[in-house]
């Protein structure tokens, strides 16, 4: 789709006319310079008033605070892959939406030709007049940014990506997503674009509702890890995969946060994420949370084994597994010296996610963290240790546990072979306790969100993003209206 249909939508931020899609948002090049500039580790903003400033076209420059609130939340991100990537149902969506906003733009030209002509207008086939689907024109009053159908829909089109490629996407073979139900290894190859990565136009729209991922039709012959882990010619290679793949989708250096640690989030930031709304705070958290578990699946997709899995499987161990992961890797990013944590470019107190109103659930997710820093892993380790977290075979729903298990056996080799390497035998035990902990932590993620959908079912149902959903959600998924 060209570049010129997108700009009939309007700017996502501030309704200006847009210019494209950036950071994975369609935005006006006013927005799209804001947030590039928004990045700058230096730069640093507050909000004078509420933190609820309206932004648009007008106000957009009297607030940074809330306008960088309103990118964030929309789901502007510096790794959003290209416009060109998206996936055949996001650019349907988006096709769809341009389509929808044509229309509009198309009434409201006959209406002020009409209304130019007074006479006519009594003779005009009402058709054109109902036409206009009031929710459509809805101005957007309410604290949410997506209020209208158009804007929930425009939400709903993913215009930001599922997967967020690595940094080096060379390394990336491809997305992951559900698309036919027959397994990788019974494709011999997938329908590679130009660029040698698989043509994602091989996915099925018509699928069930799955969008977390099918293992798209993989040559795997190029990739011998993923159909013959036992090929491997020695431990070392599998944890030098494994390591890699860690390394490649961390989101963060840790050399990067150890010179971010002085940036705390000031008192009147502590209390405009304090004043947000239950349901506003875990929207937002929400978001931050599907950010970090596109990481996850990125690693997730490299470890030796993992994709000879079948799909159901990878999904079943990636839903839950993924919090678990994001959470190990949260110790990455976590300041044992003031309990915080980095969050939304700063570091964080628990004291932040106070709206949530999960409290023990925050609690006991940073006493894990510092539990974890005290431990002092090396990433190697914790590449081995999320590795380990994520193939567990006794996880619920496994089709084929035995395979699974093989998978999670070499992964304790290696886990095990690089503590014997540095040393630290004892390692492994408390290793297993904290992954006992993780378990009791990913369970009470899962009963607060249950409340959460029971108390907010339209927000975990329209505002929440569609991999969130799909992993954490799909259980607990409440259609709104309903009564349990
Ligand atoms: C765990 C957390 C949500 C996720 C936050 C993450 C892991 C998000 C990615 C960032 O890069 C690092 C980070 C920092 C803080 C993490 C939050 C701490 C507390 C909060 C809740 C306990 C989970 C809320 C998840 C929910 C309710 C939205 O499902």
């Not at 509009?104 to 207008?121: F, I, K, M």
């Not at 012959?221 to 010619?233: A, F, K, N």
Request: aromatic residues 8%.
């Amino acid at each position: 789709m060209m570049r010129a249909q997108i700009e009939v939508i309007p700017c996502k931020i501030c309704g200006d006319k847009s210019s494209g899609v950036h950071y994975g948002v369609i935005t006006c090049e006013g927005c799209k310079g804001f947030f590039r500039r928004s990045q700058l580790p230096t730069v640093s903003y507050s909000c004078s008033r509420q933190s609820n400033c309206q932004i648009d076209r007008a106000s957009r420059n009297r607030c940074q605070h809330c306008r960088l609130q309103k990118c964030l939340a929309q789901g502007m991100s510096r790794d959003a892959v290209k416009f060109g990537r998206m996936s055949k149902r996001q650019r349907d969506s988006l096709i769809a939406e341009v389509e929808k906003h044509r229309q509009q733009q198309q009434q409201q030209q006959q209406q002020q030709q009409l209304q130019g002509d007074t006479q006519s207008l009594l003779s005009f086939p009402t058709k054109a007049r109902q036409d206009h689907s009031p929710q459509l024109l809805q101005p957007t009053t309410s604290p949410y940014p997506f209020t209208g159908e158009a804007e929930l829909l425009s939400y709903a089109a993913d215009v930001h990506p599922y997967l967020v490629c690595s940094p080096n996407e060379t390394q990336v073979s491809g997305m992951i997503y559900r698309g036919s139900s027959v397994s990788p290894t019974s494709r011999s190859h997938g329908r590679g674009d130009s660029s040698g990565h698989p043509d994602i136009r091989g996915f099925d729209s018509r699928q069930p509702s799955h969008e977390l991922m099918a293992i798209h039709p993989y040559n795997s012959l190029e990739d011998p890890y993923t159909i013959y882990p036992h090929s491997l010619r020695n431990i070392d290679e599998l944890c030098a995969s494994i390591v890699r793949s860690h390394r490649e989708t961390s989101q963060y250096r840790v050399e990067e946060l150890q010179a971010l640690r002085w940036k705390l989030f000031c008192r009147e930031e502590i209390q405009a994420y304090q004043s947000k709304s239950v349901d506003e705070m875990w929207q937002h958290c929400a978001i931050r949370l599907t950010d970090a578990v596109q990481y996850v699946v990125e690693f997730a997709k490299h470890i030796p084994g993992f994709r000879m899995l079948s799909q159901n499987d990878q999904i079943a161990l990636l839903k839950t597994g993924s919090m678990e992961v994001v959470l190990v890797r949260m110790s990455r990013f976590f300041n044992t010296e003031n309990n915080t944590v980095f969050f939304d470019g700063k570091f964080a107190g628990a004291e932040v996610f106070k709206s949530l109103a999960c409290g023990d659930l925050i609690i006991a997710v940073f006493d894990f963290a510092h539990g974890m820093c005290a431990l002092k892993l090396t990433e190697q380790q914790i590449a081995l240790f999320s590795a380990l977290v994520l193939i567990n075979a006794d996880r619920p729903c496994l089709e084929d546990r035995s395979r699974v298990q093989r998978v999670q056996r070499s992964v304790e080799l290696g886990l095990t072979h690089i503590l014997h390497r540095d040393n630290q035998d004892s390692l492994i035990r408390k290793l297993y306790q904290r992954m006992a902990v993780l378990r009791s932590l990913s369970g009470l993620h899962m009963e607060k969100l249950r409340w959460f959908c029971q108390r907010y079912p339209l927000t975990a149902h329209s505002l929440f993003p569609p991999l969130y959903k799909e992993l954490f959600a799909s259980e607990a998924e409440v259609v709104p209206g309903t009564t349990h």
